[in-house]
């Protein structure tokens, strides 16, 4: 996208573009440092995050990392128990998340909710028992 507006932009009138009219064709394009410039800019840029990817990959990988791996090894038809291990791993239920707090709030009222309907029918009982009600 930045070489087409800087090519379009500098194809435009002096009056519109400025100090860079036909600054990509004249001057950029056949300079072989703004290339390898632009070449080692992206390299650095990306380099950073593939290697973290490879780091994490190969000392904590994830879930489906490991998946992947069985998977590209074809140890997923080699080995049936190991692949089944990791398919229900990965279909187990996380403790974070929206859905994982919804669950929790869930739980938590319904333990409330057994905890009155006990002691209701813990005082009624007790209610049936007194010398006021015989």
Known sequence: MWYLFVAIYSMMPPSYSGNIYRILDEILAPAPIYWMATLLVTV????????????????NPLDHHIIQE???????IEDAR?????????????????TARVDAKIRHLRSKLNKKQSNLSHFSAQDAMSPRSL
């Open 44 to 59: 650095a840029a990306v380099l950073p995050y593939v290697a973290h990817i490879a780091f994490q990959r190969f000392l």
């Open 70 to 76: 069985i998977k590209y090894y074809g140890r997923d």
């Open 82 to 98: 190991l692949w089944t291990r990791e398919r229900t791993k990965a279909r187990e239920k996380t403790k974070i998340g929206f």
